[in-house]
């Protein structure tokens, strides 16, 4: 866990390191190249040591030094495959492409479902099998296996991430034309397309969602790029800047772009931001904030995974600030632990709450339900008075690199104790 006193003076700046949901489909592309993968800005995560241990477990030749990981896919094999640790992840589910380009079958452990609702595999069993494989399941595992058709396919993605960065994994290996319809626009997909691109693989792109891949195979080159920043992270500490900064925190690498309408709403709450140079935001502490509402929606709309962040900025707001969370039915459950620090959140229905302030937060004990929640929790500890607690840590661990000690960079009180 986590123990946090209060900390509103922080100062200096940040920079933020490579994306969690950029990283994890650019590991598993390694699979498809019968060369060495160079990946650098490499976010320090469990969720990387995870995929990491698995291609070991193929036999892959991997080094990984500072935020550099070296990959050599070249010789592989099933003789010593462990799944047991991407069992832990959702995003285990992009292995499916490699494992059935290098080996016609792939079994992949069942994605868990999260506290945050249930997130439909449908687009990916559908597109495995319209493109020719056949699929089973048990308890325990997605099965896939065959040859893949031999004809051009048109499949839709439904502007799921997981689901269009794993079609396009695949299209790649294919020798004909895979059209994805429908497809998700997020920073992350286009990192992957970017990293194919420099494969030499064909990806053309359209404005209605649609993404054409023109597959030649498995890819025999070596390809080095560079893991984008994570423009969640910097909504994170774009957060802790606007209620914990003594005046300011400038965030360095803060994909400003991808936030416009984060930002957007930010803005409408009273906290003041400055473009400054190499895309860095200068983000002050703003004392006096009014309601808001907002609502979730696929990029480039306000992104689901920074509205807990956004949550705790609205425990500080004069009025009644509303959430409609329209991708997940579960994702506003963990409201309940502002409870605990004398927060006034009302879920009023699965999709749909509303928080009223503004609240002096206090001490508690809370728990992370997820990564996003747990990163919530961990900055209300920071303006709540006294010393707080959060515990399952482990969540935060999967997906921000170096959270703590940023955070002891910038001046905040807290430590790891077990």
């Not at 190499?278 to 904030?289: C, E, F, G, K």
Request: proline content about 3%.
């Amino acid at each position: 866990m986590f123990q946090i006193k209060q900390s509103r003076h922080l100062s200096w700046g940040i920079t933020i390191g490579g994306s969690k949901n950029a990283a994890l489909p650019l590991i598993a592309a390694s699979l498809l190249l019968e060369g060495t993968t160079i990946l650098t800005n490499i976010p320090n995560i469990l969720d990387v040591h995870d995929f990491i241990h698995f291609l070991e477990s193929l036999g892959c030749d991997i080094r990984f030094k500072w935020d550099t990981l070296t990959i050599d896919a070249s010789v592989v094999s099933l003789d010593n495959i462990d799944t047991s640790k991407i069992a832990r992840t959702r995003a285990g589910i992009y292995f499916i492409a490699g494992l059935l380009a290098r080996f016609w079958k792939a079994n992949i452990p069942f994605p868990q479902w999260d506290k945050i609702g249930k997130r439909p595999i449908d687009e990916h069993i559908h597109g495995y099998t319209w493109m020719g494989f056949v699929f089973t399941e048990t308890k325990e595992k997605l099965c896939f296996s065959g040859d893949g058709s031999t004809k051009d396919v048109t499949i839709s993605a439904y502007f799921a991430v997981t689901a269009t960065n794993n079609l396009i994994l695949w299209a790649t290996s294919r020798i004909w034309t895979t059209t994805i319809q429908l497809a998700a626009f997020e920073p992350h997909v286009f990192n992957l397309i970017d990293f194919l691109r420099e494969a030499r693989v064909q990806i053309d792109i359209r404005y209605d969602h649609t993404i054409i891949v023109h597959g030649k195979g498995v890819p025999k080159v070596s390809v080095e790029q560079e893991i984008i920043s994570d423009y969640l992270q910097s909504g994170t500490f774009i957060i802790i800047a606007a209620l914990c900064a003594e005046k300011y925190i400038d965030i360095k690498q803060a994909r400003i772009a991808d936030l416009s309408a984060f930002l957007y709403k930010l803005h409408q709450t009273g906290v003041k931001t400055e473009d400054l140079w190499d895309d860095t935001l200068r983000v002050y502490r703003a004392d006096s904030l009014q309601a808001v509402d907002i609502q979730t929606n696929i990029f480039p709309g306000f992104p689901t995974d920074l509205m807990p962040l956004f949550s705790v900025l609205m425990t500080q707001c004069n009025g009644i600030s509303r959430i409609h969370e329209v991708l997940y039915e579960g994702r506003l459950n963990w409201l309940v632990e502002y409870e605990r620090l004398g927060g006034q959140p009302r879920i009023i229905n699965l999709h749909e709450a509303k928080i009223t302030g503004p609240t002096e937060l206090v001490w508690n004990s809370v728990n992370s339900w997820d990564l996003r929640s747990g990163a919530a929790m961990v900055i209300a500890g920071m303006i709540a008075e006294g010393e707080t607690e959060v515990e399952n840590i482990y969540w935060i661990k999967r997906g921000y690199d170096d959270f703590l000690w940023k955070l002891q960079a910038l001046g905040a009180e807290i430590e790891e104790k077990d």
